[in-house]
């Protein structure tokens, strides 16, 4: 499926009952929806990644990279000891893995303290954002493409976009083609490349787990950046979990990488709910 348009967000008039729920999780930081959030956190990192539970936590390592960002734990239960903690940097071992957290601070707000005490130190907080169908603000598009990807589609772009867009300089392989296509066969994620002046130039990813989706993965390459090419294809994605099966009640969310990324994200009918809380093994934060 492919998009042609200019840029514009299409608003309605007043709030409908849907955003209004929306608001009013914002305000009272609903423990369940975060539940529900983390679960699906954890149910979408797990695929095509080794999984360890240890403690309290659950790891979640990539076979293929070292990359930070693609390798952390998630806590599951309250038993921050010493020696849970200790048993958690044991399993970052065996890949040779910088142990690391991402973790939701309204459900785990003991946890900062017991890391810190613990050899951790904190890498970056994040503002944790949601956007439901009543407050979806789709981007209208023109004078460039964006696309789904599949089987049959340019993967080595998609995948070499993503890697211009956050400065990884991993070289693109055969293998890396071959293990998204294989995603793409057998898994529910959603990936999208937006082209512009023909040339690849953005990409987004959408992992939906029992009516809750994480939107990440969005990126730009420089040349073509400040053109709405990452919210296009971000747009994309969205519309098609919306108004897919379950759509009504679908819940997307994501971890604004910075207070520029959280503009771009709320024009596209995100909310801040609370804060993602991301700790590193100290000495390794960049």
């Not at 940097?89 to 890949?95: C, S, T």
């Not at 294809?233 to 604004?256: N, T």
């Amino acid at each position: 499926m492919a998009k042609r348009g200019r840029e514009r967000t299409a608003r309605g008039p007043s709030l409908p009952v849907g955003a209004r729920r929306l608001q009013s999780a914002v305000h009272s930081l609903d423990i369940e929806l975060l539940r529900r959030i983390q679960a699906s956190q954890i149910a979408a990192a797990s695929r095509g990644r080794d999984v360890t539970e240890t403690g309290a936590f659950v790891v979640m390592l990539s076979p293929n990279t070292d990359l930070i960002w693609l390798n952390y734990a998630v806590p599951t239960s309250n038993d921050f000891s010493a020696a849970s903690i200790e048993s958690l940097k044991k399993a970052f071992e065996p890949l040779k893995r910088v142990p690391r957290l991402e973790f939701l601070e309204t459900l785990w707000p003991d946890l900062s303290g017991a890391l810190e005490e613990n050899g951790f130190e904190l890498q970056v907080r994040l503002p944790l954002m949601l956007c439901t169908k009543a407050t979806f603000l789709p981007v209208i598009l023109d004078n460039f493409d964006v696309q789904n990807l599949g089987e049959d589609s340019d993967i080595g772009s998609y995948l070499r976009v993503m890697h211009a867009s956050f400065e990884h300089d991993d070289e693109v392989g055969d293998a890396d083609i071959e293990r998204i296509r294989t995603s793409i066969k057998n898994d529910p994620t959603l990936r999208a490349l937006a082209f512009c002046e023909g040339k690849p130039a953005a990409v987004a990813c959408l992992m939906p787990e029992d009516g809750v989706a994480e939107l990440a993965g969005v990126g730009t390459v420089s040349e073509f950046r400040r053109r709405g090419l990452a919210s296009a294809a971000s747009s994309l994605l969205l519309e098609q979990l919306f108004s897919g099966p379950g759509g009504d009640e679908a819940i997307a969310w994501l971890a604004a990488g910075d207070d520029t990324a959280r503009l771009v994200y709320e024009k596209l009918g995100f909310q801040s709910i609370g804060t993602q809380t991301n700790y590193i093994l100290a000495g390794h934060a960049s």
